[in-house]
């Protein structure tokens, strides 16, 4: 996918063609976030290939501009606590943080471009699309909500650009429960999925995103609907008609959604089991906690540290997703990934 991005960051042409690539250096994420934002020396590996060190303070100062449009238009500055467990061994001995950092946001940014390259050349060519959507939040009354106790004040219609304000004045006020914020937002926004895109039809778009034009084409190693799109493409590309029918697409469609939904609540288990290997020391502690889940299946909570989930069993009575409150951890059973609190106040 061949992008050329004027100085404001917008796309002035873009093509998708067939193409062989070839990879001059093997990089890690965090050596060269570090380098990038003056935290750390230079990856011996840039400095051994010709232009390279260029090429990358180039993408970076690209992937801002990129960034900065897509807020521009409505974008969220979404920033949410991610954790994984840390063995030693075969015992988990904590859970780690992952940060966001420069390295990052390069790839997610260009391949956030690139979606919806693919997405436009599909639609260019009257074929019809898998398109990922976030649709308008169905809690946007919870999520205005939410704004009031912060003292802002959203329209009562969706509106991202408005929330994204709000975001980023949350954000200037309290950035170390920032998190805590997206993350209740997150939630309440609902869950994404795949959708069928007919030629010449209007996708709801993603809300999160502020783009109408996006789907996923990016990891086909590891991602099914990026394969489909890239099968959609190479078809197109050879002149020949499209693969699927607008029936096999959209069985593949609710297919890809449900499969997605069950492996994130399998990634769920794992995490929940290494944390509450991790909190079982820590029964009969008290910790302050955020809301992350209220409905009639139960009511979930996140610690503030270590930011682990659990289910509130006690004292669940009136809260609702981004409320704050202090909880005693009172169970843990790490086969079933139970993490049990009751709400002390």
Not at 29 to 37: D, K, Q, T
Request: net charge negative; with cysteine.
């Amino acid at each position: 996918v061949e992008m050329s991005i004027a100085e404001d960051g917008s796309l002035m042409s873009s093509d998708v063609y067939r193409a062989m690539v070839k990879n001059h250096a093997k990089l890690a994420y965090n050596s060269v976030a570090a380098w990038l934002e003056n935290n750390g020396q230079m990856p011996k590996e840039i400095g051994e290939v010709k232009g390279l060190e260029d090429n990358l303070r180039l993408q970076d100062n690209i992937a801002k501009k990129l960034k900065s449009l897509r807020h521009a238009h409505g974008a969220l500055d979404l920033e949410t606590i991610q954790v994984h467990p840390v063995f030693d061994g075969d015992n988990v001995k904590e859970m780690e943080v992952d940060k966001r950092n420069s390295a990052k946001d390069i790839i997610e940014d260009f391949m956030i471009a690139a979606n919806g390259v693919t997405a436009r050349y599909l639609a260019s060519k009257n074929l019809p699309s898998l398109r990922r959507v976030v649709r308008t939040p169905k809690r946007w009354d919870r999520i205005v909500e939410l704004a009031s106790e912060h003292s802002f004040t959203l329209p009562l219609q969706p509106d991202s650009k408005a929330l994204d304000q709000f975001l980023l004045s949350a954000k200037d006020s309290d950035a170390l429960r920032y998190p805590d914020l997206c993350l209740s937002v997150i939630k309440l926004l609902g869950p994404g999925e795949y959708v069928v895109e007919l030629p010449g039809g209007n996708s709801e778009g993603h809300f999160g995103l502020a783009v109408k034009d996006y789907e996923h084409s990016t990891a086909p190693n590891r991602r099914y609907p990026d394969l489909i799109t890239q099968r959609l493409l190479k078809e197109v590309m050879a002149g020949q008609s499209t693969p699927y029918t607008t029936e096999e697409l959209t069985a593949l469609a609710s297919h890809c959604t449900q499969v997605e939904d069950s492996v994130k609540k399998i990634e769920r288990m794992v995490e929940k089991s290494a944390a509450a290997m991790v909190m079982e020391s820590k029964i009969g502690q008290e910790f302050d906690a955020i809301v992350t889940g209220a409905s009639e299946k139960g009511t979930w909570v996140r610690l503030v540290l270590p930011p682990v989930e659990g289910k509130l069993i006690s004292g669940f009575d009136g809260m609702d997703v981004g409320h704050r409150l202090r909880v005693k951890l009172v169970h843990t059973d790490a086969e079933r990934g139970f993490i049990d609190f009751k709400r002390v106040y």
